[in-house]
């Protein structure tokens, strides 16, 4: 049941950004066996989609929430899940922006665009897979929100999808090291994501993570064409700690640096 959820997650994920395919078959290309660490999700905490909501789909696959995390300067919450019997199934990160903490003329354009649908769209079992529900987005409202909270700005875009799959080097042979890693997507003509220094972690906090700076997509707006950042690829090292116990959770001082890598970019 996991497995075609996230089947379908990657289908939407790789059309909308063909650069995560292209790295994933870099890796096969090299014999390299491809596990997801993790997957993530962005939401409002509007109660009709809020983190609980989105959580349902993996509760009733047999996920159990495990950690908590706040953003304070990102106006976030967050939570982990795990599948605590199949072990290939990836993490599931799902973070929520505390909309009350903004300004009265960003609610305002938030509260719009989750209104212009009825509740039935939120109540549908599959909003994972939905991306946007709510027709063509304002450029004009999309750089609005972008000044208070670039968060904001993508999710009123691209809505309910992974912004992100991540590849586990615990399970790459060939490319062992997240350094080894960073140079083979480099080499391939990717750009990472530089937000406090390409390397997120260290060994002693048994995680270290990288990413990929999000693909540049075309988006239909209702002012016309722009070409705006949608997803982007992450790459994972975990460690054991004294008792042999490999490090399970996210940190918060590197999920912060990695939310920046969807951040709005000139091409
Ligand atoms: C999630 C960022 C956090 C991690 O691995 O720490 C994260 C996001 O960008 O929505 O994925
Ligand atoms: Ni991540």
């Known amino acids: 049941m996991q497995q075609e959820i996230f089947q379908r997650l990657w289908k939407e994920y790789t059309k909308q950004n063909p650069s995560a395919q292209a790295i994933h078959d870099l890796f096969i290309q090299k014999n390299e066996q ?3 660490d993790h997957v993530a999700f962005r939401t409002f905490d509007d109660k009709r989609m809020n983190i609980a909501v989105l959580a349902k789909k993996f509760l009733k696959a047999g996920y159990e929430f495990k950690g908590e995390y706040i953003f304070e300067d990102k106006h976030l919450n967050a939570v982990h899940l795990e599948h605590p019997s199949d072990k290939d199934a990836p993490r599931v990160f799902i973070s929520e922006l505390i909309v009350s903490e ?20 939120y109540a549908n079992p599959d909003l994972i ?54 140079q083979f997507i480099k080499d391939s003509g990717f750009e990472m994501n530089k937000s406090g220094g390409e390397i997120k972690g260290t060994v002693e906090k048994l995680l270290q993570q990288s990413s990929t700076l999000s693909e540049i997509i075309k988006v239909e707006f209702a002012e016309g064409m722009y070409e705006i950042p949608a997803c982007f690829y992450e790459f994972a090292i975990r460690y054991p700690d004294e008792n042999g116990t490999i490090f399970s959770a996210f940190i918060a001082a590197n999920a912060n640096k990695i939310f920046d890598s969807s951040n709005f970019r000139e091409k």
């Open 34 to 36: 491809v596990l997801n």
């Open 102 to 121: 903004f300004s009265e003329e960003f609610q305002k354009i938030v509260k719009k665009r989750l209104n212009s649908v009825g509740n039935a769209y």
């Open 129 to 182: 897979y939905k991306g946007s529900v709510w027709g063509k987005p304002s450029y004009a409202d999309y750089q609005f929100l972008r000044k208070e909270s670039e968060y904001a700005a993508w999710f009123y875009v691209h809505g309910f999808r992974v912004n992100h799959f991540t590849v586990s080097i615990n399970a790459l042979q060939q490319y062992d090291t997240i350094e080894k890693v960073n």
